[in-house]
């Protein structure tokens, strides 16, 4: 035994400390943890009886950065004077930094502990011991550095060799040799070209995304873990369509280096916050050329800097995006006195008078603002230049907005195309699985026949989305494009929408709106009405999503109710007007209401049947020739009538 061991070492207990970096160290590397554990049996062979094993750390790492329990149950054991020794494989275990590391060897000095592992037993309190320990202390700390180091520079070298090292966007493939390359799916390939030519018409990510909605056209996402060849669909949300137009690899370029994190102090230990975007100057690795893009490298830079300007809260000298107000100059004025970025208020009877103000003044001098500007008068004299500016241009816009139509109805027919090429590749796909099936083995057959039956159904309904585009007209009649010529010869009459104010633009209805005309908004509500469908079934019937189903049933409900009101025609709401209607006695009607199986209503409409609620939903004139036929014909109401009448 040790000399440096002494009975006060051995009245106390021995701690054994075990700890792997990572995750992964604990599963790939066992070996180094039964080491570890084998501590144990050394400890009592020295002659300590109690022996503790802390390993609340494993799969944490040393480097100072994450909290580590185990380490402070084992600074508290020492402070408190328990501890003879502590057991650990190497001094990289306890700490991989000199601030846990040396607060560990100073408390052992105080309290009279002992370290020990593979090398030797060190006593702190002594000086040589104490320098050894300085020694492992640093060793393990630049050890690490140095690894990571390394390995960092390996890992960017071959990123400027061209190798991909992480998942490939969608629309892309990671070959076996780490290259990125096209995906040879050309549904998936259209999809993707079809996102930037669509913002290259609308400028805005956001309405993009909303064309995608409206024309149910899903995109693809690639599947975690797949290398970009698992593919699923689905509606795009607008953070999609910002992660697409902006990844560089798009561009054909391969980038590292687009995000970076500060380091902080919190509560004496260093921590790094959320990683933040840099500018493209401050990418670490810029590799242009890199593969085949989707799209140019300028015109990459075009739409960052399209998305930077239709920011709410833009970076730099950009205006922003368009508020809400009639305001024509929001965002696009600045003060001639300090230079600041001129705000908007509104006034007026109505509050929609604009007024230009700088609050330069109140910011720097603590005085007024630097001046205020009426709104009105400087809207027209903008608005009078800029058309008179681009009058010449009006027939060309007209003719390229019958281009834009005839290439919106492309895109979406070449959409579909592909979608219905893809579905009968896995209609037939699984028909082959089933035709090679036993059919006596029903476990499987009948899971191959639900699965061949879904693709079937996919199939009809892509087929019919298609027969629907093919049916509407790709071109104008030859009225309609008079009438958009003769509008771009007078853009003012465009501007003005023939006398409406200018905001009533934001109103207008959608070119593709699935209920253009007031029949189809009667014949929906009317439909909701008799069936009372899920609203998600209601939309799917006049193709739309179950968002704006919804929408339309709260709009078109109470003008319904409204309307029917006014002509007398409302449902009738006691019995005794029932009784009326149906030329019936308040018993009789009573009795008809008793035998009616009464459906539950929507909750828009009447939640609950009560004696002031509408009992029956009548739509024709106050006679008995109104009520519906179906209840008129039914036999309890038909004895009904005939007791009455007798």
């Known amino acids: 035994m040790s000399t440096k061991i002494l009975s006060i070492h051995l009245q106390r207990d021995a701690y054994v400390y075990v700890r792997q970096s990572t995750g992964h160290q604990v599963r790939a590397h066992p070996e180094s943890q039964r080491r570890q554990y084998a501590l144990v049996d050394q400890a009592r062979a020295l002659g300590f009886a109690h022996v503790m094993v802390i390993d609340e750390d494993v799969g944490r790492s040393g480097t100072g950065r994450h909290e580590r329990p185990g380490f402070g149950q084992l600074l508290t054991a020492v402070c408190e004077g328990r501890v003879g020794a502590v057991f650990a494989l190497e001094a990289s275990r306890l700490a991989r930094n000199n601030r846990d590391w040396h607060h560990l060897i100073d408390l052992c000095a105080l309290t009279e502990t002992l370290l020990i592992d593979d090398d030797g037993i060190y006593d702190p309190r002594q000086l040589n011991d104490r320098l050894v320990l300085g020694m492992k202390g640093s060793m393990a700390e630049y050890e690490l550095g140095l690894m990571r180091q390394r390995a960092r520079q390996a890992f960017e070298d071959k990123i400027q060799r061209g190798h991909v090292m992480w998942e490939v966007p969608v629309g892309f493939v990671r070959t076996n040799d780490d290259r990125i390359e096209k995906i040879a799916d050309r549904q998936v390939q259209h999809a993707v070209a079809g996102v930037f030519q669509k913002f290259r018409e609308l400028g805005s990510a956001r309405q993009t995304m909303l064309w995608y909605h409206e024309a149910q056209l899903p995109l693809p996402e690639v599947c975690p873990g797949?290398?970009?060849r698992d593919?699923?669909?689905?509606?795009?949300?607008?953070?999609?369509?910002?992660?697409?137009?902006?990844?560089?690899?798009?561009?054909?370029?391969?980038?590292?280096?687009?995000?970076?994190?500060?380091?902080?102090?919190?509560?004496?230990?260093?921590?790094?916050?959320?990683?933040?975007?840099?500018?493209?100057?401050?990418?670490?690795?810029?590799?242009?050329?890199?593969?085949?893009?989707?799209?140019?490298?300028?015109?990459?830079?075009?739409?960052?800097?399209?998305?930077e300007a239709n920011r709410h809260r833009p970076q730099g000298e950009v205006g922003g995006a368009a508020k809400r107000g009639p305001a024509l100059l929001s965002g696009l004025l600045r003060c001639g006195r300090c230079g600041r970025k001129l705000y908007v208020a509104y006034s007026g009877t109505t509050g929609r008078v604009p007024r230009y103000i700088c609050h330069g003044g109140r910011v720097t001098r603590g005085s007024a603002s630097c001046l205020t500007v009426g709104g009105l008068r400087v809207d027209r004299a903008v608005e009078a230049a800029v058309l008179d500016a681009i009058q010449p241009a009006g027939v060309t816009a007209a003719v390229e907005a019958l281009e834009h139509l005839r290439a919106e109805h492309d895109l979406t027919r070449q959409a579909l195309t592909l979608a219905l090429e893809k579905a009968h590749y896995e209609a037939q796909r699984a028909q082959r699985q089933y035709d090679r099936v036993d059919p006596d083995n029903r476990l499987v057959a009948g899971e191959l026949e639900r699965r061949w039956n879904e693709t079937l159904i996919q199939v009809a309904e892509v087929e019919a989305r298609l027969a629907a585009l093919e049916s509407q007209p790709t071109t104008l009649s030859a009225e309609q494009r008079h009438s958009l010529l003769t509008l771009g010869h007078d853009l003012a009459a465009v501007w003005r929408l023939d006398g409406k104010p200018r905001t009533a633009r934001q109103f207008a209805v959608y070119q593709n709106c699935p209920l253009p005309t007031p029949e189809d908004r009667l014949?929906?509500?009317?439909?909701?009405?008799?069936?009372?469908?899920?609203?998600?079934?209601?939309?799917?019937?006049?193709?739309?999503?179950?968002?704006?189903?919804?929408?339309?049933?709260?709009?078109?409900?109470?003008?319904?109710?409204?309307?029917?009101?006014?002509?007398?025609?409302?449902p009738a709401r006691s019995l005794t007007a029932l009784a009326q209607r149906l030329r019936l006695s308040e018993a009789a009607a009573a009795a008809v209401v008793g035998a009616v199986e009464v459906e539950p209503a929507p909750s828009v409409a009447a939640p609950v049947a009560t004696p002031d609620a509408p009992l029956l939903p009548m739509t024709g004139p106050n006679d008995a020739s109104s009520a519906p036929k179906t209840l008129l014909n039914r036999p309890h109401v038909i004895a009904a009538r005939k007791k009455t009448t007798q």
Request: proline share 3%; net charge positive.
């Open 226 to 228: 797949t290398l970009g």
């Open 231 to 307: 593919i699923r669909w689905r509606l795009p949300s607008e953070h999609r369509i910002h992660q697409m137009l902006r990844n560089p690899c798009y561009a054909g370029a391969l980038v590292y280096g687009r995000t970076a994190a500060k380091t902080v102090i919190i509560d004496g230990r260093a921590r790094q916050s959320h990683r933040q975007k840099q500018p493209i100057a401050q990418w670490r690795i810029l590799r242009r050329d890199n593969h085949v893009g989707y799209i140019s490298w300028e015109e990459f830079l075009h739409i960052q800097q399209l998305l």
């Open 523 to 570: 014949f929906f509500i009317l439909t909701y009405l008799k069936t009372y469908s899920l609203q998600v079934v209601q939309g799917r019937l006049f193709g739309m999503g179950q968002s704006k189903a919804n929408q339309w049933i709260h709009v078109l409900l109470p003008a319904l109710l409204a309307a029917l009101h006014t002509l007398g025609d409302a």
